[in-house]
């Protein structure tokens, strides 16, 4: 544990320090403190903010810790770009490992509540945050989470969106910076020809989707099995990531709700 907080911290640290961010003489507490403390919070307590500044400031890891309101405040300070660059950072570390050139994209549901509560809800509102889960074979409330992770389960990229939307739809949002060449494996919900077409011409990527046995363009054999394999590293990568999140993310705005599902993502990519 000891040497995980230390490794987040250096990452942290030395990120600011390329990025040329310097902090106020007058700061209690550092950018690379309060980043780190919220990293730590999605690593290992389930995204409580409170434990994991408690856990910090009883082992001493950290001198000046600031109060619960103020740490809040400071941490919802941090600009988003921020929290891209540092993301676009660790992806630039998964791509140059990533020696196969192989990747994977699917989707996860976060619910924002239980559908008891769906009218309570105050995080979202309307029937576009209302999705199903095959896995579960439920409907939820919330978001879903698509990611495109390496051949070995290191996140890549995501994207955010509503529950509703299709995995294609939101597929398509992805910035895919793979290196050209790079094969992007796929499951069902995401049969596009045309989107075939246009990956193949301008990135030169090429997107592998299970074919239907009536399906217009056949797949060879060992293509589906390759597929098939590269398909249960990724359903292993998403097991592991929803082990991180806590079964009941608290959050009191929406902008909250989605910072804690970046920060495990960028825990876990850590």
């Known amino acids: 544990m000891q040497e995980r907080i230390i490794t ?59 109060s619960k309101s103020r740490f809040n405040r400071r941490l919802h300070a941090l600009p988003e770009a921020l929290w891209h660059a540092f993301g676009h950072r660790l992806s630039g570390v998964a791509l140059q490992t990533n020696a196969s050139g192989e990747y994977g994209v699917d989707s996860l549901p976060v619910p924002a509540c239980d559908n008891i509560r769906i009218r309570r809800c105050r995080l979202y509102r309307g029937a576009a945050y209302r999705g199903s889960s095959a896995s579960t074979r439920r409907y939820f409330f919330g978001l879903r989470v698509h990611l495109l992770i390496t051949a070995t389960g290191q996140p890549v990229e995501f994207v955010l969106a509503p529950g509703a939307t299709a995995d294609l739809a939101a597929c398509k949002t992805l910035e895919l910076d793979v290196p050209p060449g790079s094969t992007i494996y796929a499951d069902k919900a995401y049969p596009d020809y045309g989107w075939e077409d246009l990956l193949a011409q301008i990135p030169h990527l090429q997107l592998v989707v299970p074919r239907k046995a009536n399906a217009k363009r056949s797949m060879a054999g060992w293509l589906r099995y390759l597929c098939h394999y590269t398909r249960k590293r990724s359903e292993t990568t998403f097991s592991q990531s929803a082990a991180l999140f806590a079964r009941t993310l608290r959050a009191v705005t929406s902008r909250c709700f989605e910072l804690k599902i970046g920060l495990f993502i960028l825990a876990f990519a850590i």
């Open 8 to 66: 987040i911290y250096c990452l942290c640290d030395d990120f600011l320090k390329a990025m040329g961010v310097v902090d106020d003489p007058q700061a209690q507490m550092s950018t690379a403190e309060v980043m780190t403390t919220a990293l730590i919070a999605a690593d290992m307590f389930g995204g409580c903010f409170e434990r994991s500044r408690a856990f910090l400031r009883s082992h001493g890891y950290f001198p000046h810790l600031l």
